[in-house]
T-cell receptor, first 115, second 116 residues
Framework: AQSVTQLGSHVSVSEGALVLLRCNYS??????LFWYVQYPNQGLQLLLK??????LVKGINGFEAEFKKSETSFHLTKPSAHMSDAAEYFC?????????????FGKGTRLHILP | DTEVTQTPKHLVMGMTNKKSLKCEQH?????MYWYKQKAKKPPELMFV???????INESVPSRFSPECPNSSLLNLHLHALQPEDSALYLC???????????????FGPGTRLTVL
């Protein structure tokens, strides 16, 4: 069954430092992968998505992610953290294995930005 | 218009009340979703409507009753809820997987529900 695993429920980085949020996936079919961000008391906003067109995907707010099939990973990075990046981040995979409309979410990583 | 709107933003209800949550999108999407999200957890899928027909019910208790009156509108009727049903209820929409195999879902801001 398809799944995603996010390593680290909490990550803290200093303002201006590199942000790295880890996501590993499991899928028997080529996956479609997403990163969503959720700010406090808000809905989810799509940061970026992997659709097999390119392994390095650029998203909004300066984030990018690289798909590595050999490592079954889709880690999210940003070169320089801003205070406004503090939020919950969810990695997700499209439920293509079951040919349904589901998206399977990871457990989330809370990103804390230290001044 | 690339928005999914949800009303109300906040709802407090007693266990004997009947209330409804509303979700609307005008992106021409043909799939709509209800999710429940507890604090510090990912969203949990409750229902999926595809072309206005219920296609997935994730074994949700009958005190939650979804309705899709038309392709733009999705309701969630609530009756005899329990305090443990307090959560953020998120609506989402997407083009159906036939039109968009990636199934990118667009989320609304949610309704914060408190059951007393």
């Amino acid at each position: 069954a398809q799944s995603v695993t996010q390593l680290g429920s909490h990550v803290s980085v200093s303002e201006g430092a590199l942000v790295l949020l880890r996501c590993n996936y499991s899928s028997s079919v080529p996956p479609y992968l997403f990163w969503y961000v959720q700010y406090p008391n808000q809905g989810l906003q799509l940061l970026l998505k992997y659709t097999s067109a390119a392994t390095l995907v650029k998203g909004i707010n300066g984030f990018e992610a690289e798909f590595k099939k050999s490592e079954t990973s889709f880690h999210l990075t940003k070169p320089s953290a801003h205070m406004s990046d503090a939020a919950e981040y969810f990695c997700a995979v499209n439920g293509r294995e079951n040919r349904d409309d589901k998206i399977i979410f990871g457990k989330g990583t809370r990103l804390h930005i230290l001044p | 218009d690339t928005e999914v709107t949800q009303t109300p933003k906040h709802l407090v209800m007693g266990m004997t009340n009947k209330k409804s949550l509303k979700c609307e999108q005008h992106m021409g999407h043909r799939a709509m979703y209800w999710y429940k999200q507890k604090a510090k957890k990912p969203p949990e899928l409750m229902f999926v409507y595809s072309y206005e027909k219920l296609s997935i019910n994730e074994s949700v208790p009958s005190r939650f009753s979804p309705e899709c009156p038309n392709s733009s509108l999705l309701n969630l009727h609530l009756h005899a809820l329990q305090p443990e049903d307090s959560a953020l209820y998120l609506c989402a929409s997407s083009q159906d997987t036939a039109a968009d195999p990636y199934n990118e879902q667009f989320f609304g801001p949610g309704t914060r529900l408190t059951v007393l």
